[in-house]
């Protein structure tokens, strides 16, 4: 059993932290504060292949593993948890089901855009009013007219909305109730009768643009059905699962640079005459956040290490999720106490990170849901 990474594997975090540090976390605070998605990072983002990380290299991805993939939305969350929730959705909800189910020909038309300098970001639209965890209540239809799609409905918490090319939308096709009427269609957003609210107004992660989105008489063609009709919600399920490693190792980043502000402020705040690194309440903190996020950080390799082995791997990315999250929401916690009243300060970036970590224990999987998968499949086991 090896638990080092590859040689590429470390020269690529190497890399990445590195560009990371000079042109995305410089950033955050201002990305934070405006609600601007940084695009001028995005863009040079495409030259290291963090625009289409486990997209083929034909279509302008960089074709990574999993573990690597892994390593660079951490390294992005340590930055800026805004960007980094864009561009995670962009990779695993936007452009993965394309590339996972779509057609030879929807790849080469969308995927080369999706990961270019110039193009934008891709949009997974899930969630309705009143279908959240519970898919199997989506109200958006798509009926077939002609020689064409015909979209009407809604959606809400749409990641990336402004600021994508194309909407993955999860729609009933065949006017019934199930799960079994549900498949995927690939919307440009451009489309006429796309209706893109302004963006929520949120606790945290302000850079990353969370849209209501209305489709109303959206006309698309029938060649833009993604994957097959009717198994949309299989497809969307196993898109989830991927989507928990990459949700895991953004709440891991932020819990990494909490961590290392609260290790540079232990080392340079004196209280009764020494470093308040010294004094055991704060050391055990400290402790307690290396060693839980060592933890997350082992079982995240481990789950996207047997994705990549082509093993099962559902519950290992739910129990890593979870893990991941609730580590991340307690670093942060504690970051802002190590800091004292100017952790509550916006002057101090852990007051961001506590904001911006708290969703992740909601998306891709509630933490209460995960727990019931989880609970799945130990029954089945």
Not at 70 to 92: D, Q, V
Not at 233 to 260: E, M, N, W, Y
Not at 346 to 364: H, K, N, P, Q, W
Request: hydrophobic share 40%.
């Amino acid at each position: 059993m090896n638990f080092d990474l590859s040689p590429e594997q470390q020269e690529f975090r190497h890399i990445v932290h590195s560009f990371m540090a000079n042109e995305v976390a410089p950033m955050a605070k201002h990305t934070d504060e405006t609600s601007e998605f940084n695009w001028t990072a995005t863009k040079k983002m495409a030259d290291l292949g963090l625009k289409g990380l486990q997209i083929p290299e034909k279509y302008g991805g960089a074709e990574m593993d999993t573990i690597s993939a892994t390593i660079a939305t951490e390294e992005l969350a340590w930055a800026c948890g805004s960007t980094s929730l864009a561009i995670s959705a962009h990779n695993c909800l936007g452009m993965g089901p394309i590339n996972d189910f779509g057609t030879e020909a929807q790849k080469e038309k969308w995927l080369p855009l999706l990961t270019s300098k110039e193009g934008r970001l891709g949009c997974l639209t899930l969630t309705e009013p009143g279908a959240g965890s519970d898919l199997r209540n989506i109200k958006t239809k798509a009926e077939k007219v002609g020689n064409e799609w015909v979209l009407n409905g809604s959606k809400m918490w749409a990641t990336n909305a402004s600021i994508a090319e194309t909407m993955i939308v999860l729609c009933r096709t065949d006017g019934e109730e199930g799960s079994r009427a549900l498949s995927h269609i690939i919307v440009p957003t451009d489309s006429p009768g796309v209706i893109i609210d302004p963006a929520e107004k949120k606790m945290g992660l302000n850079g990353s643009p969370t849209h209501a989105v209305t489709f109303d008489n959206v006309h698309v063609p029938l060649e833009n059905l993604l994957g097959e009709q009717g198994r949309g919600l299989t497809q969307t399920l196993s898109t989830l699962t991927k989507g928990r490693i990459s949700i895991g190792s953004l709440a891991l980043g932020l819990a990494q640079a909490a961590f290392d502000a609260s290790m540079k402020y232990a080392k340079e705040r004196e209280t009764m005459g020494t470093a308040i690194g010294n004094h055991q309440a704060v050391a055990f903190m400290l402790a307690d956040m290396a060693t839980e996020i060592q933890a997350a950080r082992h079982m995240l390799y481990w789950a996207a290490w047997l994705k990549d082995e082509g093993r099962p791997y559902a519950k290992e990315a739910g129990m890593a999720k979870l893990l991941a999250t609730d580590i991340s929401e307690k670093t942060c916690r504690n970051a802002v106490q190590i800091h004292g009243g100017f952790g509550y300060s916006r002057e101090f970036e852990v007051e961001r990170m506590y904001r911006d970590t708290r969703l992740m224990s909601i998306g891709e999987g509630t933490s209460e849901i995960l727990r019931m998968v989880i609970g799945r499949h130990l029954m089945a086991e």
